[in-house]
T-cell receptor
Framework: KAGVTQTPRYLIKTRGQQVTLSCSPISGHRSVSWYQQTPGQGLQFLFE???????NKGNFPGRFSGRQFSNSRSEMNVSTLELGDSALYLC????????????FGPGTRLTVT | DAKTTQPTSMDCAEGRAANLPCNHSTISGNEYVYWYRQIHSQGPQYIIHGLKNNETNEMASLIITEDRKSSTLILPHATLRDTAVYYC????????????FGTGTRLQVFP
């Protein structure tokens, strides 16, 4: 079974631009969560989606948004990029109601210059 | 949200058992303890989870104290490939996948 895939793997953007990152969960998984990892703040929860509905949101500004499609694929968008948005963005998926493990993708490394 | 406390770093000789402690004194009755590890900024890898009973799988064992205020992850025979940052996490409720990562323990396995 293929794992969680994220595209692109690496991205360089300029301040003020916007970016969209994509996450394809493991086949059959309906839940997708997003995390930001930086050297200073570590791993921080961004938001989670289940059946196309945002179920929970972390403490990030409104520039960070996401959505989930009917096939469970998810995208996150960051508008008006700032230098501090440079980070590894990770998504994770989980299976059914009684599945407790979350599986992470390899991440997208975003660099804002 | 329940927080966890872990030592910043630990060393372990290859072939020996690695015992990684975690304190979660504010854990609630229905909150699970999860362990993940992260190697070289790859995506975190699930290791094991538990509620109140000890658990074992092919990767590790999880020992949770009776009062549930602390736990220990045991890698029975550490290898060089087990060198990673290990995160002890309390899952915030059963109706959310939100995981609150702490700073973790950097485990160095040496030959």
């Amino acid at each position: 079974k293929a794992g969680v895939t994220q595209t692109p793997r690496y991205l360089i953007k300029t301040r003020g631009q916007q970016v969209t990152l994509s996450c394809s969960p493991i086949s059959g998984h309906r839940s997708v969560s997003w995390y930001q990892q930086t050297p200073g703040q570590g791993l921080q929860f961004l938001f989670e989606y289940f059946s196309e509905t945002q179920r929970n949101k972390g403490n990030f500004p409104g520039r960070f948004s996401g959505r989930q499609f009917s096939n469970s694929r998810s995208e996150m968008n960051v508008s008006t990029l700032e230098l501090g948005d440079s980070a590894l963005y990770l998504c994770a998926s989980r299976g059914g109601e009684w599945s407790y493990e979350q599986y992470f993708g390899p991440g997208t490394r975003l660099t804002v210059t | 949200d329940a927080k966890t406390t872990q030592p910043t770093s630990m060393d372990c000789a290859e072939g020996r058992a690695a015992n990684l402690p975690c304190n979660h004194s504010t854990i609630s009755g229905n909150e699970y303890v999860y362990w993940y590890r992260q190697i070289h900024s790859q995506g975190p890898q699930y290791i094991i989870h538990g509620l109140k009973n000890n658990e074992t799988n092919e990767m590790a064992s999880l020992i949770i104290t009776e009062d549930r205020k602390s736990s220990t992850l045991i890698l029975p025979h550490a290898t060089l490939r087990d060198t990673a940052v290990y995160y002890c996490i309390v899952r915030v409720g059963l109706d959310t996948d939100k995981l609150i990562f702490g700073t973790g323990t950097r485990l160095q396995v040496f030959p």
